[in-house]
């Protein structure tokens, strides 16, 4: 690189002379051992993989996810490669989770070689779409993210790919790191930190053509619509039932049989071959339909749709009305009509059947969202009539509601749910905001109690379609606790409706198209349908101690060999401004006659002024203690 870092690179190319398009990717991840070439090198393009600076096999140091060199170092790698001997000059760029982040950082930054990218499961904004959903630290992050990347960021690099220099690349590494918890802490708002690291708002610098790729059962569908209704180049979008996974293997399935897919992507836009993929609608969604929540499912039911735009353009937006006594109506009230508000009690508790978002392989693909009834019984709950015909619910809801509270920080979750004539309420889609929020991520601003504040609440994407007979529910809470760390004091949240305060819920609810787009060319999976009973699933159980008026989920799983990972999270009714997070993660290597092991410990914490992240890294050689360093970091809670 242009400081002199050396990277760890895999190039696997086609058996010809001729020069072939390449396709680029890098990770925090470690590339792995240098195997088999990847499936589409035999569609005529070169791979090209690296470690990011300071983690697997590559030299240098990084104190932080996105980090300004890091990104120096993926345009000056597409500028590389474009400029080999073996490449034609066009270079294309994929990448799944960090991988779809950073492609479309790139996208962002315009090297003049980068022709086309696939972003699957990422996100243009990693602040409002990662680490701070609605504003609130999201625990994932301190049980989960951080820890794991701790273990893995001080891991040693590979002796049989680097040779004699391994031992003098991993002390520069053990010397310089920096645990990335510690930056997230460190900018809970909004500020120079994330928007440098975001596409959001910068779309115009995009100069090639982008390909994103998402999944409903995942966390990042938003911004990759988002992203894609905001680009003015060549774009195309496809939205799976997925978890986070690449479509052939997702859970839930359908899967489907992505390679193709992704080789006529950029067999257009690197080899310039006019294969009609441009031709075709450029919006393909799966639409959800009603099953029995389950906290795992081999497949959702539904359907694969085309649309010619996201979000379609005969969306109609349809607005229900909260009322008395529980009831959601398309009919706003009016001067005439008297009607009022409703109080709930502040419990951080709430939330633990609405599954937790995002980010595997740390999350696997259980804890989805089961039935929300033993949700609803500490939440405001909305429900219309069963409805008489049947209705879809694709695009962004959105709830306007009329709130106020008794404590100057507070926390509003909503969700959109799926009644069924039995009763089981499944969950649609859902929203946060820390309501100090509500103008600015980057200026919050606390509240003032007793004042009535409208607040407009985005909930995520969906594509959802409603049966004849169900009812429409709204649930508003003041927690989820999976999702977003409590707020530092017990409050009364109220939420009003009247003619004066219409609390309401926007549902973008879109018609039959006529006539019809074509239906999605896709062919299902060669790897057949998810084999549920042939996964191991992690160790997750959430308990509740009413002695102590606490809830803590523990959870515990193995990625694979030498490599596991174990947290506790615990919240408290009584004090909700003492929350901790105990979590560890271990990684283990042999090599030759060595067997390293790498354990990372962090504790994060919260009292009603601060927050507090604690990390150990120690590493035994053959059982003897090699290596040991702490970080300790504490910042005001601020609006948190």
Not at 278 to 285: A, R, Y
Not at 303 to 313: L, T
Not at 505 to 520: G, Y
């Amino acid at each position: 690189m242009r400081d002199g870092v050396e990277l760890s690179v895999h190039v696997h190319r086609p058996e010809t002379e001729e020069p072939v398009p390449a396709i680029v990717g890098y990770t925090p991840y470690r590339k792995g051992q240098l195997g088999s070439p990847p499936p589409i090198v035999g569609h005529g393009f070169a791979s090209v993989t690296w470690d990011i600076r300071g983690t697997g096999s590559s030299g240098g140091w990084n104190d932080s996810i996105y980090s300004g060199p890091e990104r120096q170092d993926g345009y000056d790698m597409i500028e590389w490669v474009a400029g080999q001997t073996w490449c034609n000059g066009n270079v294309g760029m994929w990448g799944m989770s960090f991988g779809a982040v950073v492609a479309l950082q790139m996208a962002g930054a315009a090297p003049p070689h980068l022709k086309a990218i696939i972003a699957r499961s990422g996100t243009d904004d990693p602040y409002t779409e990662w680490t701070q959903p609605g504003g609130s630290p999201r625990p994932y992050m301190y049980t989960c993210y951080g820890p794991i990347m701790t273990a893995s960021n001080f891991s040693p690099p590979d002796p049989a790919e680097v040779g004699e220099d391994w031992e003098e690349i991993w002390a520069e590494r053990l010397e310089r790191n920096v645990p990335w918890a510690i930056p997230f802490i460190r900018n809970l708002e909004d500020g120079p930190f994330w928007r440098d690291r975001s596409l959001r708002d910068k779309y115009g610098r995009v100069q090639c053509a982008v390909f994103v790729v998402g999944g409903w059962a995942d966390w990042y569908h938003t911004p990759l619509l988002r992203t894609f209704a905001n680009l003015n180049g060549p774009r195309r979008a496809l939205i799976g039932p997925w978890s986070h996974q690449w479509p052939e293997g997702g859970i839930p399935g359908p899967r489907i049989d992505w390679l193709p897919e992704a080789v006529r992507w950029f067999d257009y836009w690197l080899k310039g071959e006019d294969n009609g993929v441009m031709d075709e609608p450029p919006v393909t969604v799966f639409v959800r339909e009603y099953d029995k929540p389950a906290t795992i499912r081999a497949e959702d039911r539904g359907v694969f749709r085309c649309e010619n735009e996201w979000p379609p353009a005969r969306t109609l937006e349809t607005p229900m009305y909260l009322r008395s006594g529980g009831n959601l109506t398309t009919q706003a009230l009016d001067d005439e009509t008297a009607d009022g508000s409703d109080a709930l009690e502040y419990d951080p508790r709430v939330g633990g059947n609405g599954g937790m978002h995002g980010g595997g392989p740390f999350n696997i693909n259980w804890a989805r969202p089961l039935d929300q009834r033993a949700d609803e019984v500490d939440s405001l709950t909305y429900t219309s009539e069963p409805l008489d015909k049947e209705t879809e619910v694709t695009g962004l809801p959105r709830a306007v509601l009329h709130f106020s509270s008794t404590a100057p920080i507070s926390f509003l979750s909503v969700k959109l749910c799926d009644v069924s004539p039995d009763g089981t309420s499944a969950l649609i889609t859902k929203g946060y905001l820390n309501v100090t929020h509500r103008d600015s991520h980057s200026t919050p601003s606390h509240i003032e109690p007793g004042r009535i504040y409208e607040v407009d609440i985005e909930l995520l994407a969906c594509a959802y379609h409603i049966e004849k007979g169900h009812r429409i529910r709204l649930d508003i809470a003041g927690a989820d606790f999976l999702n977003a760390w409590p707020t530092p004091a017990s409050c009364i949240n109220t939420i009003y409706y009247d003619a004066e305060h219409p609390s309401r819920i926007i549902l973008p609810i879109v018609p039959t198209r006529s006539p019809a787009l074509p239906e999605p060319a896709l062919r299902i999976s060669p790897d057949g349908p998810p084999q549920i009973d042939k996964l191991t699933p992690p160790k997750f159980s959430i308990a509740r101690n009413p002695i102590e008026e606490t809830a803590c989920l523990e959870y515990s799983a193995a990625y694979g060999h030498g490599w596991e990972h174990a947290a506790s999270y615990t919240v408290s009714a009584r004090d909700p401004a003492l929350t901790v997070v105990h979590a560890n993660a271990r990684r283990e290597f042999d090599y030759s006659d060595r067997r390293i092991v790498v354990d990372a410990h962090c504790d994060t914490t919260s009292d009603k002024l601060s927050f507090y992240h604690a990390v150990d890294v120690k590493i035994t050689v053959n059982d003897e203690q090699f290596f040991s360093k702490n970080w300790s970091e504490s910042v005001p809670r601020g609006h948190c």
